[in-house]
Structures are given as C-alpha cells and as structure tokens.
C-alpha cells in the first residue's frame, strides 16, 4: 500500500522555523512530483509547493516563496518542507500529497494523514 | 493565478436524491480539472480526474463533466456516505488552486 507519514509539526514561535518531513513507502517515489498542501483549521485547502521526481522544478505558493523550501531525498524516500520565518497565518495542517508521474493523470494522490503546525507565541 | 469558484458553498439533502456542485475557472483549463472528497478530521481523496474520470474504486454515482472553465460534479442517489466536502482542483498551472468546497450536509 502507498503511504506517507508526515512528522515535524507543532507548535513554534512567531518568526521560527520548522522542517516538515514526509516519509513515503509503497511505491517508487524516485519517479514521482511531490507536493505539499495546507488547510487551516475549519478552512479550505491551499497548495503550498512542489517538485519535480529529480528535484530540478520547484514551484511555490506565493504566500510562502522565500521563506519556505521544499526538497527531497530520493534514497530515503522522504519529502522535506524547510519553513522559516514562520507567520501566524501558516498555522494549518500540512499534508504531503503524492503527485503525477510519466503516464499517470495530473492528480494530487494520495495525501499523508496530514500534520498540524501551530504558529503562535 | 487560476481562480477556482465552487457553488453552492453547502447544501442539504436527502439519501437517495441528485446533488450537483459545479466550479468554474477564472480561466481555460481544458480538461485539467480533480473532484477531491474529503470527511472530518481525513485527509481529502480525489474521486474524479481530468474532468470525467473516476478514480478506482470509487463508486459509480460519482460523475464528472465540463471542459474549458465550468465543470461540474453530480451524485446520483446520495448514500449516507457521501455526507462530506468536496472540492475541485485545476492542474494546469502553478499555483495549483482549489475550489472553496462544498460541504454536503444531510437534510
């Protein structure tokens, strides 16, 4: 089975920094865009960024571009989020979605079980 | 960017009735177009891709049309399981954005 478990959430000052760490099994994530996707609580969905199966695209909301990077290590399976300066508005759960591959539809799918980072002092 | 605008924001209904959300894009998108569910405290699953596909194992009262900017999402005869959000997503360009959601409530 696909999975992704995401770890590295909690709480953090304003203005602090947080590495989101996804770790994915199930399938050959070497061939596969990787994205990260944010809800805040009791709100819709927002696209946050992603990159390409051998990291040379990536693309960012521009809501966090400059202060976010994302990254991947493709012999360890797992998708990294570097957030810095952190802002009371990125307080939401964070969710690393597996995207498309050679052959496959341009779909976000599946998502991780999804993680809370809380931005507050 | 590409704005998504889904409607209605919420509605009510019955098991066993016909709920249609639709979605438009602020732009062409051809077919570039995901139907997502999602149930409290889950994380969304998409149902539909490119418009009129359906997923694997998703059930057959799940139907999707549209291309160009309006789109829309129908289920036939409402189960008791379907009581969720939905949302619409475009993939034709970063940002990648999504609709508001429609959050489907039981009657």
Redesign the interface.
Known sequence: DVQLVESGGGLVQPGGSLRLSCAASGFTFSKYWM?WVRQTPGK????VS?IQNDESIT????SVKGRFTISRDNAKNTLYLQMNSLRGEDTAVY?CVRG?AAGT??????????ILVTVSS | DIQMTQSPSSLSASVGDRVTITCRASQTIGAYLNWYQQKPGKAPKVLIYTASNLQSGVPSRFSGSGSGTDFSLTINSLQPEDFATYYCQQSYSTPLTFGGGTKVEMK
Do not use: K, S, T
């Open positions: 994205h819709g969905l927002e696209w992603r693309n960012y909301a521009d969710y498309a539809p341009p779909w976000l799918d599946p998502w991780g079980q999804g």
